[in-house]
């Protein structure tokens, strides 16, 4: 095993950046693949797309309806009939466990998408205007960054109100912030490239030079970031779960099911231990995930919260 | 001789109210004594040792008596001030005794007189006398701003004061409700606070409350604690034991059990129904509750929406399953209600309520032969608000919503925030909520002002005048067995016409920590600490 | 020099100005209405009114943000609705504090843990203590700190009984009760800084150590802990910084669940629970200092660049 095989992730916001300095043998041709060369990348894919299994076909493999009460079977510890127990309605938890999986990578999945679209157009005009238009961009990307995801979500929650749909919207919306950031970036980066200045000079549209040079630029980027912040996201919706302003009860929601169990925790801790081991999971896995294809295919580590 | 009659009125009155025959024993005499040794400053002061420590859950808005919504501050306001009368509960019976009063007396039937105790000063150290009673009443009958409670007095038209120690409060009807209205707790219309020290912080009152109570304020720092030091000049003998009293406010219950496990604090105000059983298993804590006057309720808007249609609201009223609804949103330990009369108010309550044919019960034929009736036969849909408030948040909701489906009725639980859900309620923004009134000692107080086809608090916008008219008929009646007839006919068309299913009657707990002795448990919801002490 | 941080300054007033203009008008846009929440059940329309007016809600939109604005600057951060509380008292004086403290323990304690256990595994690279570090740290910058938060309360708070729960005792009175209130949520709170400063150390450890100024220093036949502790840990110091400062975010977010779950009265339960109650002045109050705080420790870590590398001071 080389040293460039340690699966530590190296995400160095180093301000030298040499490139970490491997065997040069590794380096180019002849490379291992990603898989062999990561084992816990590999590990943590194998689980994530478990997850993703899990939630696709959740109607199939939860033994149970993840809302079906029964109060026979309040608070039933792990048994046969129940391998994660029961909550204090009498549901089933695996079963709720395996559907919060579909919550969870539906609102990681689809607000993120949100935050990445805002920041996407906000990055762009940013990073394309110039003048006062940039400045005031800037300042507005500045305003929304100084003020943390969790609480920029609380607020957005108290006017929309709570339900899976208004935490997609509410966590998107609080993620456009750091999204229009790393894309103003790139934009940025294209643009001392000349590409830009020379297209504008040579009169050709300016929606067509976006579109033709300074987007492929931008987006690939940012499909990385999208799957880097996919865990964060679920963090910030089960948060706002936990805190009780999140989605409505009785969906089986990793963050909500932590909450309800947390005051049986003395006799029942299977009610928040289960989905808080599913949700720990998941994170992890992502994360490890996304730090790998951060390195892989963005090497220069852009630095950036 | 009329003043006996007048007396013995008003103890029937009150007994009819109360329950059982004890009630305000010792009025017979045409005097009520104040408890043991009220009489002069007693010679033997407590000694004051060890430091309290209390989890307070719910939110606590004011110690302002006069403009407090809620109970969870009255909890701390009434070791803090006395009212003229209090609440007395010697493990069976509620009654009223007076507390800054040493005498209570009534003149004829609209005239109540009140001695009070001498020598009482304010923790600012004014004294407590008939000029500051009078300040503290005119403070809510016509004060400005306006106290929430000034309703209480509305009958009220004079206060005599008769020497610096005496006052007649003349009323324009007979007022039987006064004991309640005037007593330190649930009433809050009846403590006295002192004169100096609203006038030295107005509205700010509430942030430094000033009164004659076993426990001077001393400093409230925001979601972190109130805290309360003895008052070592308070007018009751050997009281109060503690030196210092904290009330940690807490969000989270459950933190609030694992400080109480942990020994961190003594005790609870308030114990969540849910983590009844945990407190129970935990050996060294002790558990103080019982069902109180209360009920729960499924309410459904009768001005709009589907449940305009009387049949579907019975069709809902007879498909709530109250047995699972016992066990599964109130952990076992509520009772199943039938009517509105809780158990507490004996002289009304029939304990043979389940096989009397009265009230609203479970019945899945009759419910969807009342569906059947219904305009709509097809699949209804409803929004149900629900919010993370109350005695055990979003489970009545979350019991109830299975059980409505199968009688074709979709309910869609919608998640909201305490503040909005409020907004909601009183502008009739809903299609079914579910709440709960609480602390009530009087049936009429349990169903007049909360679905009179004009009240304030009728959410669900029922309209029937001979509801009103009984209720009003049952006001001016004297006898408790033509009241009962009265408030038994006004419930029934309650029931009957279905703007509310009801479900439990619930018991109200709190926890102290097997060091703690003394605590007085009594069904009002208070936690007076006078008596406590620490091991 | 002076023209640039004038212009730092003029940026974070406009930024400043965006967010209180921001949060009002979004709280305005909310549901749920203070003057009901005062008043409780039991109440008459009258009393709403007059109420609503006395609150000075039934002015426009406009005037009520120039109101607040103006009396802001001043230093004059208005009284709560519910609580009736001096609004600057209780953001600035007590709930401030909190959530500085704490944010203070755990940025030590993960520097005081996160570095130490970088560098050992960076020292034992491709060690079995090295993968127990990369362990621990892929798990801590993952694991849901309220999850951890109720875990630490029920084992070491309840079942082993050997630090407090909950609650907030200022270790500038009482220096070592108020650290010891501050051991489990501290922990809570630093344990995804304590993985990533661990992460962040090793990695920019390993490739300091290739550089050759570490290689002479080796020649010169310095001990090997003056080689790593001295030039290789002073070498990482400005990444750690910057990464600090952009990470202050997720700091200021983590208080917001530590203080929930361990009863903390800071900024943070001070901001969820004025959001829940729209007391919107309060929430003003936490949001502005939120970003005043945000704002003034990145302007801070930029300030701190020439002294951590003498090359950018040289360079100017």
Known sequence: MTAQASPLATKAPAPATNPPAGPPKTKRRGRRSIFVRRPFFTVSLIVALGYLLA??????????DPVLQSYDAMMQPPTAAHPMGTDSYGQDILSRTIYGARFALIIGFFSVIIGATGGLVIGLAAGLSGGWVEWGLMRLIDSILALPSLILAVAFIAILGQGVDKVVIAVGLS???????????????VRVQGFVEAARLMSIPSLQVVWRHVLPNVIFPLAVQVTIRISEAILVSSSLSFLGIGVTPPTPDWGLMIAEGRDFVSFAPWMSAMPGFALALLLIALSIVGDGIREEFDPK???GA | MTETDHKKILAERLSARFGRRAVLKGMGAGIVAATAGGSFPSVARAQQSGHLKIASIKVIDTLDPHFTGFLSAIQIIN????????????????TFEPDLAETWDLEDDKTHVFKLREGVKFHDGTPCDAEAVKFSLLRVKEGEPKSPHAWKLALLDEIEIVDPLTLKLHFSQPYAFLPVALNGSTGRAGTIVSPAAVEKYGTDYGRNPVGTGPFKFVSWRENDAIELEANTEYFEPDMPKLEKVTFVLMNEASTALAALMSGQIDGMTDCPMQLVDQVEAFPKANLYGEIEGNYTFLGMNCKKGPFTDMNLRKAVAWALDRETLVKQAYFGRAQQAYTPISPPMTDFFDPDIATSGRGQWFDLEKAKEFRAMAEEQGEIEVTYMMAERGPVGTRVAQTIAPMLAKIGIKVNLELIEPATWVKRRNEGDFDLYDFEWVADLDPDETIYPEFRSDGAWNFCGWVNTEFDELCQQAQVILDSEGRKELYYKAEDLLMDEAPIGIMAHMPIYK?????????????????NLHTVSLA | MLVQALGKIGQTLVVLFIVSVATFGLLKLAPGDPVQIMLGSEYSQEAYESLTAEMGLDRSFLVQYADWAINFVQGDWGTSFVARTDIFTYGFKEALPVTLTLAFFSLSFAILIGVPLGVLSAVKKDTAFDAGSAVFALTGTAFPSFLLGILLIWFFGVRLGWFPVMGYVSPWEDFWTGIYHMILPGLTLSTYFIAMITRLTRASLIEVLEEPYIAAARARGEPGWRVIWIHGVRNIAMPLVTILGLQLGTLLQGTV?????????GIGQM?????????????????????LLFIGVNLLVDLSYPILDPRLRDRK
Request: proline share 5%; hydrophobic share 45%; aromatic share 10%.
């Open chain 3, 257 to 265: 669940l530590t203080e929930t779950v361990f009863n903390l009265p």
């Open chain 1, 55 to 64: 939630a696709i076909f959740a109607p199939y493999v939860a033994p149970y």
């Open chain 1, 175 to 189: 993620m456009i912030g750091p999204f229009s950031r790393t894309v103003r970036a790139d934009v940025m980066r």
């Open chain 1, 301 to 303: 580590g852009r630095r």
């Open chain 2, 79 to 94: 070791n803090i001030h006395n009212g003229l009368l209090k609440i007395v509960y010697d493990g069976e019976n509620v």
């Open chain 3, 271 to 291: 901001l969820t629970s004025a959001v829940l109650g729209r007391e919107y002045g309060v929430v003003q109050a936490g949001v502005m200092m939120t970003a």
């Open chain 2, 511 to 527: 926890v102290f920590s097997d060091k703690v002795q003394g605590f007085q448990y009594i069904p009002a919801d208070l936690v």
